[in-house]
């Protein structure tokens, strides 16, 4: 071990480039740190959206492709990918579990019940797989289809939940098929915190019509005073003034998403709640529930990455970051392998009760930093992996203030990190995993207006050298895939051969 030469890996979520103007916090914040750190020749700029990561071309980057990507040393194709793919080959009309879901129902007059992210964002899902689930749902003369519409605010812009209904009702036109029965607001029905009561009632709502009542979709969109993100869970009501929507025995419930972390809670919640009642589940894509949920499509091999390569060279990692970020630098980078492996430690940081990230727009990053000089003070460890999360976390609130002072405190704790690096002699990058508070207004010239979500932009990915080392400036595009074959350099070990990266320092 002695021959590793010790670093950290640092994931500024969420950093972004793009040149200063309207709407870019990272630009108009004062952050002496990383501006002297991305004028260094060692800093570039790195592919994080598109093809360059596994993602569709133009299509933003996300947490969950970034980090998958910057432990594999290889683009992955993500899961939105290979569902368009099925898609576009005509593989989902068909697939084989889905037809003989959708012809037990032609023959029983049940439901199909479609429960899923009503929105174009690409990051959790896309409104056309709905389109093509009502499509397939029409060509099986499956007798109703009730949608289960989870308004966004977060992938798109706020505000924008009316329009994505009206797509939705056009679909249901255009297909001949489906009316939508609930609209619930995403902080409900997409909870990853283990809020249970958020849960339960997005989940009451679809199982049994229970909450607010509306005679038209658009209706719930008033509930939602502090966004389409917060729309109350609300139910769609028929001529009879009952409910459209509850589940009923020999029903089929499909969960539309693509992307499992934030909809495997509900998805579970509904799998033990309907346990009961026969009911059929799938999913178009794989999750990580705790239920055996059949997925239309499987997840691409993630694994051969970093994680891999430590554990066959026999080197330890901590991995340090906020709750809203620790599977990304755990299970995502990892490859999507669950449980740490045997010379791997985690840190999580969790904040206490529900946190206002506009007012607190610090978050735990103290507590983050502290962790991060813990394990870099120690000789048993070659690699601390960290998410600092503020710039993300905060930009997806759309607030650009809070979102500069996000980036201020990550300046302050990037300055604090560089203290520490070279105090214990380490090297340390930094990279962002995709852009966001880059940009934090959307849409052309009068309309353009608060947005929260992510981006196509390059992201910063610098080295700052171990003490008394230099930094080459590297040549060439950089992107996602090249950091851990860097970080692999950087320890003095080669690549692992499925990485497809190049080192950049
Ligand atoms: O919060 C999330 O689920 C997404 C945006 O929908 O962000 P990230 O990819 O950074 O986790
Ligand atoms: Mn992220
Ligand atoms: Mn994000």
Redo the contacts with the bound molecule.
């Keep these: 071990m002695s021959a590793v030469r010790p670093g950290i890996l640092l994931v500024l ?2 950093w972004g480039h793009a040149e200063p103007g309207e709407g870019n916090a990272l630009a108009a914040a004062d952050t002496p740190c990383l501006d002297r750190l991305r004028a260094t020749p060692a800093a570039v700029l790195a592919e994080a959206s598109g093809s360059a990561v596994g993602l569709l071309p133009g299509t933003v980057g ?2 969950e492709i970034g980090h998958i990507v910057i432990g594999a040393g290889r683009p992955v194709p993500y899961d939105s990918v290979l569902v368009e793919e099925r898609i576009d080959t005509g593989g989902l009309r068909s697939h084989e579990i889905l037809g003989a879901a959708l012809t037990g129902l032609a023959a029983t007059g049940g439901s199909l019940h479609l429960i899923g992210l009503a929105s174009d964002g690409m ?1 959790h899902s896309h409104v056309r797989h709905l389109r093509e689930l009502l499509r397939i749902a029409a060509l099986f003369a499956v007798p109703a289809v009730r949608i289960h519409a989870i308004t966004d605010g ?1 992938d798109v812009a706020d505000g924008t939940a009316a329009h994505h209904l009206a797509t939705v009702g056009g679909y249901t036109a255009e297909a001949g098929v489906g009316s939508i029965a609930t609209v619930i607001g995403r902080g409900y029905a997409l909870d990853k915190s283990g809020d249970l009561a958020l849960t339960e009632r997005a989940a009451r709502a679809i199982e049994d019509g229970t909450g607010h009542r509306i005679g038209k979709p658009e209706e719930a969109l008033a509930t939602g005073g502090s966004g389409d993100e917060w729309v109350e869970p609300c139910v769609v009501t028929g001529a009879d003034g009952q409910p459209l929507g509850p589940v009923r025995d020999g029903d089929v419930v499909l969960f539309t998403n693509f992307r499992s972390d934030r909809v495997q809670q509900l998805a579970d919640r509904l799998h033990s709640g309907l346990a009961g009642r026969g009911v059929t589940f799938l999913s178009l894509a794989q999750y990580d529930t705790e239920a055996p949920i059949p997925a239309l499509v499987h997840r691409a091999d993630a694994g051969g990455g970093l994680a891999d390569r430590l554990a066959e060279c026999g080197v330890r990692s901590v991995r340090i970051a906020e709750a809203e970020k620790f599977e990304h630098v755990t299970y995502y980078l990892n490859g999507r392998k669950a449980g740490p492996a045997p010379l791997e430690e985690h840190v999580r940081i969790a904040a206490a009760g529900r946190p206002d990230h506009r007012a607190a727009p610090e978050m735990n990053i103290g507590r983050v930093t502290e962790a991060i000089g813990a394990a870099a003070r120690r000789d048993d460890v070659p690699l601390v992996v960290a998410n600092l999360a503020n710039i ?2 905060v ?2 609130t759309g607030e650009y203030a809070a979102t500069v002072r996000a980036a201020e405190h990550t300046d302050r704790a990037v300055a604090a990190l560089c203290r520490i690096a070279s105090e214990t002699g380490r090297w340390m990058v930094l990279v962002g995993d ?1 852009g ?1 508070a880059e940009k934090m207004l959307a849409g052309a010239g009068g309309a353009s207006r608060p947005y929260g ?2 981006t196509t932009n390059p992201v910063p990915a610098v080295l700052v050298p171990a003490p008394g080392r230099e930094a080459a400036p590297p040549t060439g595009t950089a992107t996602l895939a090249d950091i851990a074959p860097s970080v692999l350099s950087l320890l003095g070990l080669g690549p692992a051969p499925a990485m497809t990266g190049r080192a950049l320092w």
């Design positions: 979520d969420g996300n947490s990051i977060r993300d976390v930009g997806h995709h966001n979500g992510h």
